[in-house]
């Protein structure tokens, strides 16, 4: 072969191995293109774009009375686009970015103007779309912000960027805090309220589409959210909070003095099973207690002489005793056991006398002796008025309560284990629990779940109501619940209750406590730790609340009349003192045959709402904010004082605060002498004032 041949053959292999190439690329492109376009062009778009969940506003949780529990707020991190549409032009930009420093610095204090200025020209030169400025920032901020140079240019071409958080606070701050709960990210059921009710406070999540740029920063790529979050639903609990404030200052202030480890109070509504109040404490450093820990619901222990009533009402519901039965007190015997009253003996009593003394000794020999041939009769009461099952709570934590039985529980001990149980040992029961039987007393015995919220608004409209939800209707007959309510009034006026909780103003029925607490490991013997507390009902003859106070390890004094008892008085005579409800009927004075008491003149709403709250019903001859009130014997009658300009009002028979907005509104300035209500003014009402213009009035 010629060498001219030879390059041909070379050349025409080569070409022929370029167009096999090329047809190969173009294969493989079309195979791109038309073939696995789709999932191509999605991965590109993934890479540069992607939608990310925009968190809803969170619903509110409210008290009973209307009081904001827990809310969310809007918290915004403020970024900075430094190349956006308005400032773009670098003469805009250099003439007015110094400015702005100087603002950002004056107004968040934490950078000088200079290192502003740097921080923003730093970020212009290297093409920064997403500049951190500030974290942490608020609505009411944010517009004082937009109003700063640069930013003032527009909302989206000042380059100023604000990324929505949601900030969850409580206004009432560590008010029913533990009951409130909280939404954690590294807990899944999260706790209180926010826990049980988080699909209902969330919302519903929306969508925005977010853009990625140099160095894997995601900036949102329009203002607003492409599918726009929707907020959650309101929670309206059952929560007071001023007896919710009260329990929790009665607790605290009594934990400190008995230098104790924890407590816990429980108030609530006997007809509905409403919780009012709910306070957990625990120590965390001498002094100092805090919410750690919802004892109220989880604090599963013996409960110690509180049980006494579920006792003795099994006795008397079976005939077994009466209240009038004769047994002795002081100790009882049982193999390897002496049963010991704290007290001593107060000899050979009644029943009745017996549970006011809070005496160990008569109930476990009662029980022992009525049931010991057959301990499951007894048993059977208390399975009856379900002590061993849960209450299905609203709120998450419920501790499931043990209360044993001699066929299924193998530590069941012949002889130990029912009398001990008679006087609440061998069994472990929440303060939540023990205070639904007391309640379940007071209710006439229909024992009610205790419920934390009464109902789930959205937009204002009610989406879901939790309405009184029965346990038992009647757990005891009616002669029984008569004998055992008098057994509880005479602990407070007769027994252990008397010195600290009786108040001869209204009646309290309760029950004193008082536990040893045993230790995990050693039993009770190597741990002299004592648990005080008082449950009962008010006021006795109308029952209105029931309240259980348990104080756990005080030091010094450790019987529950002594360490609870101060607690419980409290909280009962703050709520009697303030809810003319539960007292006894208050007479209405009709009008036209008594005199109402006597009113200074001011504001009608004032006057009417003070009337109305003493039962009084006067006839109101006008219908103006503002009035001067004359009293009759025929109602309160109420004269027009409308305010005009340059016109002296008449202030004669106000108090000094509303005459002073009158005459401080029609411009003059006054001098007052004396205290009372005003009696003369020395310019006469209805004369022409002019502003400036000094008046003399004088109370009396």
Partial sequence: MNIRANILLRVYLAFGLIVLFAFAVFLRLGQVQFVQGKKWKAMADSLSTRYVNVEATRGNIYSNDGSLLATSIPEYELRMDMFAGGIADEKIFNEKVDSLGYKLSQFFKDKTAKEYSRML????????????IHRKVSYSDLKIIRTFPLYNIGK??????????????????ALAARTIGYKNENVANGVGLEGAYKEYINGETGKRLMQRIAGGVYIPVNEEAEVAPKDGADIISTIDVNMQDLAQSALEKQLIKSQADHGAVILMEVATGEIRAVANFS??????????????????QDPGSTFKLASYMALLEDKLVDTNTMVGTGTYKIPGHIIKDSHGSIGVVTVKKAFEQSSNAAIAYLINSKYGANPKKFTDHLYDWHLNEKMGLQIPGEATPAVKNPVTNKSWNKNMTLPQMAYGYEMQLTPLKMLTLYNAVANNGKMVAPIFVKEIRRLGNPIEQFKVRVIKDKICSDVTLSKIKKMLEGVVTEGSGKQIVYNPLYPIAGKTGTAQVADANRGYKANKQYQASFVGYFPADKPKYSLIVVINDPKGAYYGALVSGPVFREIADRIYASDMQMYNDVPNRLVGNTGNPPTKAGQSKATQKVYKAFGFKPLFASKSEYYNIIDTSAGTVFQENNERKGVMPNVAGMGLKDALYLLGNAGLKTKVFGSGKVISQSIAAGTKVGKGLGVQIELN
């Fill in 283 to 300: 120590k965390v450093e001498e002094g100092v207690y805090k919410e750690k820990f919802n004892y109220a619901i989880a604090g599963n």
């Fill in 156 to 173: 989206s071409t000042g380059g100023l960027i604000a990324v929505q958080r949601n900030k969850r606070i409580l206004p009432f701050q």
């Fill in 121 to 132: 020209r730093k970020g212009r030169q290297d093409s920064s779309k997403y500049l951190l």
